[in-house]
Each structure stands twice: as C-alpha cells, then as structure tokens.
Nanobody, 114 residues
Framework: QVQLVESGGGLVPAGGSLRLSCTAS?????????LQWYRQTPGKQREYVAG???????FYKDSVKGRFVILRDNAKNTVFLQMNSLKVEDTAVYYC???????WGQGIQVTVSS
C-alpha cells in the first residue's frame, strides 16, 4: 500500500510562488509513480489541477497552464507542484492522488492573499 504525504503549503501574496511536495512510500512504489494534484475549496467539488504519468507525460487544468509545473524526483520518491504567479483563486486545500493505487494524501492548505 502506497502512502502519500504532502508538504510545502502556506500563505503567499498574489503573484508569489510555492512548491508543493508529495512523497510516496510503501511496498508498491518501485518506479516512477503516476500522480495527480487536486484542490478543493469549501462547498465545491475537488477539482483536477495537474498530473504526471509513469512515462512523464504531464497534464494541466487550463487555468494553471503556464503557471504551474509538475515534476518528479525519483531518487526522493517525490512529485512536486511548482506554482508560480499565484492568484487569490488558487487558494484551496491541495491533495495528491496516486490513481493506480487509489490513494490520497492528507491535503495541505494553500492560501493566496490579495
């Protein structure tokens, strides 16, 4: 069973940057893991933000294209979400998700102030 732990959230002014990390551990992590980032705000459904496949194909929600970058460090079993030019509307709890294992991280708060 894979376990996922997010880190790197916090408070940042609009226009700033944050890097979220999702570190995977557990018996099924043996190579490049497929992983997705989602986010959720109160009263709204969790929405897809970005994803990276086992062969490093990358996918982004339209509203974050050109601002967010998903990348991995296999040596650290970690996938990052580099978030640049942050907007107030990016404020949410961000979750990482391993689709092949159907495992979610615990979520981490990102707050962008105006």
């Amino acid at each position: 069973q894979v376990q996922l732990v997010e880190s790197g959230g916090g408070l940042v002014p609009a226009g700033g940057s944050l890097r979220l990390s999702c570190t995977a551990s557990g018996s099924t992590f043996h190579s490049a893991i497929a992983l997705q980032w989602y986010r959720q705000t109160p009263g709204k459904q969790r929405e897809y933000v970005a994803g990276i496949s086992t062969i490093d194909s990358k996918f982004y929600k339209d509203s974050v294209k050109g601002r967010f970058v998903i990348l991995r460090d296999n040596a650290k079993n970690t996938v990052f979400l580099q978030m640049n030019s942050l907007k107030v509307e990016d404020t949410a709890v961000y979750y990482c998700f391993a689709p092949l294992d159907d495992v979610w991280g615990q979520g981490i708060q990102v707050t962008v102030s105006s």
